[in-house]
């Protein structure tokens, strides 16, 4: 096998790195596991990723990449065969709500918001990508669809994002409810979150009709 180098090398330590800081927290985390997980140099690692701070900081942009990626936008659960908006963005919410009840999602946040104080750029960072993110693209797709004004738009974003996500995430984050052990995937969203409760509250907050179908 070929030796990585350059951004290679750099995605191989990031996500070696994202299982190190998962399994022991950032305080028992280590540059010297995270080389050895990695199977390069420490040399090459701190070339990388000059602290254990840059490191975790890399760690939490791979993160929201993969996250956000994982997620879409509410237009990518609009398909022929269920073309109604507002299930759309049920199912939107649903898969959101999926994907923070990953047990590797709710470790990610506790580490987050145990190390907020210390390190409050990297947390404010995860944040954005957890919540701030995804309510936007709720929000942009509202005003899009149901012609709401941007401040409509928003406000009715962050009331369905705190009705059917918050909840059930508080719940996960103090162990409640239990974690989706396996990353979640989209076949299985009916058995992972309850979308008829979910529906429920977004169809209530929403406006009567799509500004267009």
Same mark, same amino acid.
């Given at each position: 096998? !070929?030796?990585?180098?350059?951004?290679?090398?750099?995605?191989?330590?990031?996500?070696?790195?994202?299982d190190? %800081?998962?399994? !022991?927290? %950032?305080?028992?985390?280590?540059?010297?596991?995270?080389? *050895?997980?990695a199977?390069?140099?420490?040399?090459?690692?701190?070339?990388?990723f000059?602290?254990?701070?840059?490191? %975790?900081?890399?760690?939490?942009?791979?993160?929201?990449?993969?996250?956000?990626?994982?997620?879409g936008?509410?237009?990518?659960?609009?398909?022929?065969?269920?073309?109604?908006? !507002?299930?759309?963005?049920?199912?939107?919410?649903?898969?959101?709500? *999926?994907?923070?009840l990953?047990?590797?999602?709710?470790?990610t946040?506790?580490?987050? &918001?145990?190390?907020?104080?210390r390190?409050?750029? &990297?947390?404010?960072?995860?944040?954005?990508?957890? %919540?701030?993110?995804?309510?936007?693209? &709720?929000?942009?797709?509202?005003?899009?669809?149901?012609?709401?004004?941007?401040?409509?738009?928003r406000?009715?974003?962050?009331? &369905?994002?705190?009705?059917?996500?918050?909840?059930?995430?508080? *719940?996960?984050?103090l162990?409640?409810?239990?974690?989706i052990?396996?990353?979640?995937?989209?076949?299985?969203?009916?058995?992972?979150?309850d979308?008829d409760l979910?529906?429920a509250?977004?169809?209530?907050?929403?406006?009567?009709?799509?500004?267009r179908?």
């Amino acid at each position: 096998m !070929a030796a990585r180098r350059g951004e290679k090398l750099r995605e191989h330590i990031l996500m070696a790195a994202k299982d190190v %800081f998962l399994e !022991a927290g %950032f305080e028992r985390t280590s540059m010297d596991v995270v080389a *050895q997980r990695a199977e390069t140099s420490k040399r090459s690692l701190y070339a990388h990723f000059p602290s254990k701070d840059a490191l %975790f900081s890399g760690v939490v942009a791979l993160v929201r990449e993969l996250y956000l990626d994982r997620l879409g936008s509410p237009e990518h659960y609009v398909t022929p065969d269920r073309a109604d908006p !507002a299930d759309a963005l049920v199912r939107y919410c649903g898969r959101l709500l *999926q994907l923070l009840l990953w047990s590797s999602s709710l470790r990610t946040l506790r580490m987050g &918001i145990a190390e907020a104080e210390r390190v409050p750029e &990297i947390a404010s960072g995860y944040y954005e990508a957890v %919540f701030e993110a995804p309510t936007a693209r &709720i929000s942009a797709y509202l005003s899009r669809t149901w012609g709401l004004t941007q401040e409509e738009a928003r406000e009715t974003a962050e009331a &369905i994002v705190g009705r059917t996500v918050h909840p059930e995430l508080v *719940q996960g984050l103090l162990g409640v409810r239990a974690p989706i052990a396996e990353q979640p995937s989209k076949t299985a969203l009916a058995t992972d979150v309850d979308l008829d409760l979910i529906a429920a509250s977004v169809r209530q907050l929403l406006p009567r009709k799509p500004a267009r179908s």
